[in-house]
């Protein structure tokens, strides 16, 4: 695991450690000394801790005029024991829809594995991108984790897709892919 580095194709367009309004604004980095593990695995220093003990994350784009986010994510999401959904809603995407984010992108095929819990987060989030006319998209979640997420049916408050080639994309580009996909199944 220590070899996924986050997308990088994007930093000469945003860097969360630079953007005043990001709450990772300030951040250093280092290329040598992993000291951030899931489990027994080192990962990657460039990855953000935003207090889960096993999922990690980069902000790899936000624009705050079209008011979405890109994030790209690591780990094992685990409801069940570190209500990671919580973590992520409270320290990470709340703090986005301050600054007024609503449509969340979330890039989820380096997550290996998923441990559902309470859907009351879930519920929280839809409700509160919604009352925005926004969204929360999971992209690439490995079938294996998408089981116990489907099963909970968990896809209703946070939608499922499948975008093998999403690095080939510019940013906006990828977000309209997703934004004109949503809609359609709006209709």
């Known amino acids: 695991m220590h070899d996924i580095e986050p997308h990088y194709h994007w930093r000469h367009l945003y860097m969360a450690e630079e953007d005043p309004r990001s709450i990772f604004f300030g951040r250093t980095y280092s ?11 080192y990962i990657h220093p460039q990855w953000d801790e935003f207090g889960s003990k096993t999922l990690y994350l980069k902000i790899l784009f936000a ?11 690591i780990g094992e999401w685990n409801d069940a ?3 990671d959904i919580m973590e992520l809603k409270r320290e990470v995407l709340d703090k986005l829809m301050e600054e007024g984010i609503y449509k969340f992108i979330m890039i989820a095929e380096s997550v290996f594995n998923f ?5 009351d987060y879930y519920e929280e989030l839809y409700d ?17 984790a998408q089981h116990d997420f489907l099963l909970r049916k968990l896809n ?17 580009d990828f977000f309209q892919l997703i934004d004109d996909k949503i809609s359609q199944r709006l209709l």
């Open 115 to 119: 441990h559902s819990g309470d859907k």
């Open 31 to 41: 290329e040598f000394e992993f000291s951030q593990a899931v489990y027994n695995y």
């Open 81 to 83: 024991i570190e209500n």
């Open 156 to 172: 209703r408050y946070i939608e499922l897709m499948e975008i093998p080639a999403w690095r080939t994309f510019k940013p906006e």
């Open 128 to 144: 509160e991108v919604a009352d925005e006319n926004g969204w929360a998209v999971l992209i690439n979640f490995h079938q294996g």
């Open 63 to 73: 624009d705050y005029d079209a008011k979405f986010a890109i994030i790209e994510m």
